[in-house]
């Protein structure tokens, strides 16, 4: 079972009454694991199990939108543009 059926059974069992330290003892995952989905779970929003990335936010330097190795030259073309 991958990780995403998992999501899915840990929260139709959950949803079912079944105690968390049971589900997450033969799912082979802790707690906090199980916490994280019920917290994501959203039957309204069919990508709810999608993970998520974990890197960290980061605000762009320049101002203008631009990410990844692009942010020099758009640093570049906005100050010409009279932005930051």
């Known amino acids: 079972m991958d990780e995403t059926q998992a999501d899915y059974e840990a929260i139709r069992r959950y949803l079912a009454s079944e105690r968390p330290v049971e589900i997450c003892r033969t799912l082979g ?9 019920l917290e994501r779970y959203d039957p309204a ?7 998520r990335s974990r890197a960290p936010y980061r605000e762009d330097p320049t101002g203008c939108g631009a990410s990844g190795l692009r942010r020099y030259e758009a640093r570049l073309n906005c100050s010409r543009l009279g932005g930051a």
């Not at 995952?29 to 989905?37: D, E, Q």
């Open 29 to 37: 995952y802790s707690k906090p694991w199980l916490y994280t989905w």
């Open 45 to 51: 929003n069919l990508a709810w199990a999608q993970t």
